[in-house]
């Protein structure tokens, strides 16, 4: 079926308003809910995040106060819309417990995304940031167990495989080879437009995550190992936004933001297992529909332009979440060795990524590693979940 | 699920210096054990909830002889979070009694199993935030490594790993009743703990 946002009208702005009873959502189950359902639910929390901090920024470059106006009206529902979203969460998981399901979403979103991009030169950089997060999710688990005594399955039930990626410390690259090329705005597929403002958000979200909650940890490994991948979050966040067009006038990113809001709730709406969460779905999707008309009102108004002339005809195939293990395990067989040179990605460990290395890890082991030394010391094995088999590069097989 | 056991606190290698991480372990621990129980079936399951009966009993025991009176003695506000914290630990008692006197595969007892464990869960993090996080702050190395041998010592005195290729019922019987358990659990932890 064809769903064409800009033909669709949604809930009255006026009418978008929440009580205190409406926003007190009830939250998933820790222990028994559909893991995608808890992934479908932090994408969500990082697209609405990334949507009040577009819009703050877009403020803070307004000279009209009428717009500046409109923009807080719909600021303050993107706000509730994410209140209600991030509250699904429940407050029986603990930190480490959220970071692996958040790893779990840069796993199986990202690989999603590098499956059905169109360009070859995006598609390839979402081919080479999974891997990274793959590894983390690895990393993540054996803290876990260490510090819990509880399995990083429990957590993400066997639809993604937790082991060896990138190894973490071969993330750190000098910042100025993490800046992508970007798409052109008027010769891009929609699709990829899409693709890039999803994972920019959600990267950007855990970044977030990282940076203020890695300190709440009293171990030091754990204390150290958010710092590092936190660092990693920073690369990741520098990589993505750099693939989307900077020509695009802020009226065109606004409408970008709306309409991929749209996408996303109506893919999960039509996904959700849990009828509770769906309803929320259902119900955001109804509330963006009418930011979206705002803002196509403000780009006709700004920049006198059609927004259907930079949009979609219809939605694309719905975003889904799914296992992607035979795809990752064929990434992990490919691209292990791969770095950046510039924009572009080479195999050799060159002078600039040398340098970079050798001054971050001042000699010794990074977190990353200590952690599976200080597993090992403790279990006398790692942890993995390996489901479909030995790891594809023997180099990453547990010896 | 992979075939990895994640061996119980006090089985695992760490050095056990320090309380809290010890019991933040064996919240884990009792959180596989109700996996554990929902997984499996008929004596199976039995074996595993006398586990988890066991697990609970010494380490609810150990935690009002060791940890709630730390923060009944030094922590602002102390007497009212343990007072929380022992309602809860008493409601669970009780639900564990009534799940003790069921039959483990009648239809009942998996929903009574999941309350339960939903309960134990809030209980443990609550500890975890407004407990433990206290003891961290105003102990200093040599208690957290007291209170860690503490609980240890109850902990060996009521094995809680499961006995492959053994009847277990025997090893079971051997422990007497949960209420004994528990006052020999107090007993021990309180010759641990220097006699006080």
Redesign the interface.
């Given at each position: 079926m064809t769903f064409n946002p800009l033909e669709q009208r949604g809930i009255p702005l006026d009418r978008q308003l929440r009580n205190w009873r409406e926003l007190n959502v009830e939250p998933i189950d820790p222990d028994r809910c559909d893991p995608y359902t808890r992934c479908r639910v932090i994408t969500m929390n990082g697209i609405e995040v990334e949507a009040i901090l577009f819009s703050h920024q877009l403020a803070r470059n307004t000279v009209d106060p009428e717009i500046k106006r409109q923009l807080a009206q719909t600021r303050y529902i993107e706000a509730q819309q994410q209140k209600a979203v991030n509250w699904l969460l429940p407050g029986l998981s603990s930190v480490l417990e959220t970071t692996i399901a958040y790893e779990q979403v840069a796993v199986d979103l990202t690989a999603w995304v590098a499956r059905m991009e169109p360009d070859p030169y995006l598609k390839q950089a979402y081919q080479f940031g999974v891997l990274e997060d793959f590894d983390h999710l690895y990393r993540y688990a054996n803290l876990y167990e260490m510090i819990e005594h509880r399995k990083a399955e429990s957590i993400v039930d066997n639809l993604t495989e937790v082991m060896p990626g990138r190894p973490t410390r071969y993330h750190h690259r000098d910042p100025v080879d993490n800046v992508r090329d970007p798409y052109a705005k008027d010769q891009a597929d929609p699709l990829s437009k899409l693709h890039a403002l999803t994972i920019m958000s959600t990267e950007q979200q855990t970044m977030n995550f990282y940076m203020n909650t890695g300190p709440t940890y009293m171990e030091p490994i754990a204390r150290q190992l958010y710092q590092e991948i936190g660092l990693i979050e920073e690369e990741h966040v520098t990589h993505y936004e750099s693939l989307v067009d900077p020509g695009e006038t802020w009226w065109e990113q606004l409408v970008n933001h709306e309409y991929n809001e749209c996408y996303l709730y109506y893919s999960f709406m039509e996904q959700e297992s849990d009828p509770k969460v769906k309803a929320i779905w259902e119900l955001h999707l109804n509330m963006e529909l009418e930011h979206l008309h705002v803002a196509c009102d403000l780009m006709r108004r700004l920049d006198g332009r059609e927004p259907a002339e930079v949009l979609a005809p219809a939605l694309p195939n719905v975003l889904t979440f799914e296992p992607n293990k035979a795809y990752l395990r064929e990434l992990l067989d490919t691209q292990m060795d791969l770095t950046t040179l510039g924009a572009g990605y080479v195999r050799e460990a060159h002078e600039r990524f040398e340098k970079m290395q050798e001054t971050i890890h001042g000699g010794e082991n990074p977190p990353s590693d200590r952690v599976m030394h200080m597993h090992d010391d403790m279990f006398g094995r790692e942890y993995r979940v390996q489901t479909e088999g030995e790891h594809p590069d023997p180099a990453q097989r547990e010896k | 699920?992979?075939d990895?056991q994640?061996?119980?606190?006090g089985d695992?290698?760490?050095r056990d210096d320090d309380v809290?991480?010890l019991l933040?372990?064996?919240?884990?621990?009792i959180?596989?054990l109700f996996?554990e129980v929902e997984a499996t079936s008929g004596e199976g399951r039995r074996d595993a909830f006398r586990r988890l009966v066991r697990l609970l009993a010494v380490h609810e025991t150990a935690e009002e002889e060791v940890v709630h009176p730390f923060v009944r003695r030094s922590v602002a506000g102390g007497q009212e979070i343990v007072e929380d914290r022992l309602k809860e630990e008493r409601e669970a008692k009780e639900m564990l009694a009534v799940l003790d006197d069921m039959d483990p595969d009648g239809p009942d007892f998996l929903p009574k199993l999941?309350e339960l464990?939903?309960d134990v869960?809030?209980h443990a993090?609550a500890e975890?935030r407004y407990e433990f996080?206290h003891i961290?702050r105003s102990t200093d190395v040599t208690d957290l490594a007291a209170m860690a041998k503490a609980i240890k010592a109850a902990e060996a005195m009521a094995p809680t790993r499961p006995h492959p290729g053994v009847e277990s019922g025997a090893k079971n019987m051997a422990l007497g009743p949960v209420a004994a358990l528990m006052d020999r659990t107090k007993d021990t932890v309180r010759k641990a703990m220097g006699g006080s």
């Open positions: - | 699920m992979s990895l994640t061996p119980h606190a695992d290698r760490s809290v991480s933040m372990r064996q919240h884990g621990d959180r596989n996996d999941i464990r939903r869960q809030m993090r975890e996080i961290r």
